[in-house]
Structure formats: C-alpha cells, structure tokens
C-alpha cells in the first residue's frame, strides 16, 4: 500500500513536471511580446484594446497575456490551442498534417486559435452579435497565442513533445530542454545582462527592432491572404529554428551553459521582437476595419 503511494505521488510529480512546458513562454517572455506590441499599435487598435482589456488588466494588454496559461486547468478544451507538434525530425510544418489535437480534431492547435480569435475578434467588434464571443478572452487568446507559436518549441517534434520529455541541466538546474525556451534563457539574460530588470530587456530588444531589425519589419508583417492574420509562415520558422537551434546539443540529461545561451540568446530576442511587431500589425489590421466600418 504505501508503495503504491509512492507510485502515485511519482506519477503525479511527472505529470506536474510536465505541465508547465506545454503553457508557451513564462509570464516574463508573453509580457515582453505583449508591451512591444502595445507600443507599436495605432490610435484606433490601442483604444479598441483598451475598451476590450478586463479590468484587473488596469488598460496595460501585457498584465493579462498570461491569462490562457493561468485558466487552462478551468477551460481544458483550450490545452491544445497552446502548440503544434510535427512529426519527428521532419523539420518543416503542414496546415492540413499537423494542425489537431491528440484526438485528431482538426485546426486545434495554435495556428487554428490563431485563425479563430482573430476572425471573431475581426468579424464581431462594434457589431450586435458580439454576444456571441466573448472579445475580452478573444484578445487575451489572441496576444498570448502569437507569443506562443514564436517559441520554437511550440512547434516541436511530436515524440518528446517539443522538448518536454528532454531532461536538461541548466547551468546546475534540473530542468526540460521546453522550458529552457520558455524561461531559462530569458530569466538568465534578465539577470546576466538586465539587472533582473525586465523592462530593461524589453527596453534593448525594442532598440535593436528600431536599429538592427528595422529593414526587416516589412517582411514580418507580411501578410498578402485576405485573412487578417498569416500565422502558417510562424510556425514553420519555429520548427525551423528549433531543428537548427534547440535541438542540437541538447541531448537528454546534457549540461547546457554558457555556450548554448550565449548562442540561442538573439534567436529568443529576436523571436520576442517578431512576436510583438507580428500580434501588433494584427491587432492593427483588425481595429482599422472597425474604423472603416464606423465611418461608413
Ligand atoms: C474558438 O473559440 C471558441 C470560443 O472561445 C472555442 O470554444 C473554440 O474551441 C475555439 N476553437 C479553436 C480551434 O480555437
Ligand atoms: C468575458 O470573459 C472575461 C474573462 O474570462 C470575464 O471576466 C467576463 O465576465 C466575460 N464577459 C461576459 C459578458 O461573459
Ligand atoms: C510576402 O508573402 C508573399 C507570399 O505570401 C511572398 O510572395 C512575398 O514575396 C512576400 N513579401 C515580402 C516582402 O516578404
Ligand atoms: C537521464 O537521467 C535519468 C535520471 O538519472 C535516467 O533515468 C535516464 O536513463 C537518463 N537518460 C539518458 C538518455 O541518459
Ligand atoms: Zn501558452
């Protein structure tokens, strides 16, 4: 009996290890790509998301795009809009191959709640059918989601479930290669580099948008389809980026240090910083229609 006990509490401590990778970058990477894209948005697009944001977000979008990792245990349908598996060492994303959930339900995964908060959210503002979406978890579903999809491991290999079930030693810290991606690298930048300053750190990666990356914005926004918002080329840059950068070297049980952070570091900030431009020239594309139809 009291090894049975044993067993369960094992189990359990396995399942909880697990959890907390599946949920996408930590609070500290979300509220970066969140307050990046809050000041990149228009007139319209940020009085729009402030008229939406709930009232614990006090009119800042970043204080609440943590919001679908913190329900996730209420609204468990929403569980598998976090990531996309691919298959093992193909290295490459198809809407149609990998876009359901373990059961196989077709467009739930993280492009397919892309797809589906930006449509209601562009479909129902202003209009008398909002009571049909909720636009408040719309927009915070949305912000988060976009951060999400830009961590490479959220578009990780199905077999070890982007990096969850890779145990990893950082610096001297037992944890997953996934949460080396969603909050090591970041937490060790903060403090190495940022006085443990977040805002620091947004600071220098919005600097290095208006300066190194300023040629490249136009491209990031790209998006030619009528849909709004273009999240397919996303999630094949992160499958892309985790084969050639967050899965080599990473063996099971490997030590990863200084060489591994100082290397994967500008691909994180640089992830963050396309994440913020690409949720805010949605967030943009999404409000102007409003306006438009407003006026009309
Ligand atoms: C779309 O949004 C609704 C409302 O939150 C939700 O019930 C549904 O599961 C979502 N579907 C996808 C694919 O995101
Ligand atoms: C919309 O969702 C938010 C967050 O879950 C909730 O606080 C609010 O009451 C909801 N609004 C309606 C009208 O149900
Ligand atoms: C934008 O995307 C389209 C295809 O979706 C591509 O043909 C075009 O070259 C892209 N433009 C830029 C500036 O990246
Ligand atoms: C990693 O370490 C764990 C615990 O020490 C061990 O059970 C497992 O077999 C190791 N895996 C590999 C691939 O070395
Ligand atoms: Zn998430």
Not at 53 to 74: F, H, M, N, Q, Y
Not at 118 to 147: D, R, V
Request: glycine share 8%.
């Amino acid at each position: 009996m009291i090894q049975f006990n044993f067993f369960s509490l094992g189990t359990a401590f396995v399942i909880l290890q697990l959890l907390p990778g599946v949920v996408g970058w930590g609070k500290e990477g979300h509220y970066a790509v969140c307050k990046i894209a809050e000041g990149l948005l228009t007139e319209d697009a940020a009085a729009a998301v402030k008229n939406l944001l709930p009232e614990i977000a006090k009119g800042e979008l970043a204080a609440v795009c943590s919001w679908p990792d913190e329900i996730r245990g209420l609204y468990r349908w929403s569980a598998e809009l976090h990531f996309i598996d691919t298959p093992d060492f193909l290295c490459n994303y198809e809407y149609c191959r990998d876009c359901h959930d373990s059961g196989g339900n077709k467009d739930r995964c993280v492009v397919g709640g892309i797809n589906n908060y930006t449509m209601q959210l562009h479909k129902f503002q202003g209009s008398a059918s909002e009571w049909k979406y909720n636009l408040t978890e719309a927009l915070m579903f949305l912000s988060h989601f976009i951060g999400d999809i830009h961590q490479p491991l959220h578009a990780g290999f199905l077999g070890d479930l982007g990096g969850n079930t890779i145990p990893i030693h950082w610096f001297g810290m037992r944890t997953n290669l996934h949460r080396v991606w969603d909050n090591m690298i970041i937490e060790t930048a903060m403090k190495n580099f940022y006085s443990s300053d977040l805002a620091i750190m947004i600071e220098a990666v919005n600097k290095k948008i208006t300066d190194t990356w300023s040629e490249d914005i136009s491209s990031w926004e790209n998006c030619t389809s009528i849909n709004t918002v273009c999240p397919d080329p996303f999630a094949s840059e992160s499958i892309d980026l985790a084969c050639k950068y967050a899965y080599p070297g990473a063996t099971p049980n490997s030590t990863l240090s200084d060489e591994y952070f100082l290397s994967r570091l500008p691909i994180v900030e640089k992830r963050l910083a396309q994440g913020g431009v690409r949720l805010a020239s949605t967030l943009n594309r999404i409000f102007k229609t409003e306006m438009l139809i407003s006026e009309a």
